[in-house]
């Protein structure tokens, strides 16, 4: 279970764009797409059909979600998850940092 979700702001915290901060856009398996963070170019091929054109795109390519760290705005680092469970019952995201509640991913 990841426990980075989309919407999350996130840190990159190992290889090409270490240091770099973006906002989730997709989380699949164990990989996540972060919004402006390791490019790549993708050749596409024209498409007479839907009209699209071909050429040369960049495009966001997906990190492997161990590559990233969810940001703490409160301390301006970055941090990992930790859950806990309410008098309620329901569960929620904390950083281990700070004990305080993860925003909610929009």
């Not at 856009?25 to 972060?34: C, G, H, M, W, Y």
């Not at 963070?37 to 071909?54: D, I, P, S, Y």
């Not at 966001?60 to 806990?84: C, M, P, W």
Request: proline share 0%.
């Amino acid at each position: 279970m990841a426990k980075i979700k989309k919407g999350d702001q996130v840190v990159v915290i190992t290889g090409k764009e270490k240091g770099k901060q973006g906002t989730v856009l997709s989380v699949t398996n164990d990989r996540v797409k972060v919004e402006g963070l390791n490019m790549v170019k993708k050749h596409k091929k024209a498409n007479q059909v839907t009209g699209a054109e071909g050429g040369i795109v960049t495009q966001e390519a997906s990190l492997h979600i161990s590559n990233v760290a969810i940001f703490n705005a409160a301390t301006s680092k970055a941090d990992r998850i930790g859950y806990q469970i309410d008098e309620n019952g329901v569960k929620t995201r904390v950083y281990k940092s700070t004990g305080e509640s993860v925003a909610v991913a929009k």
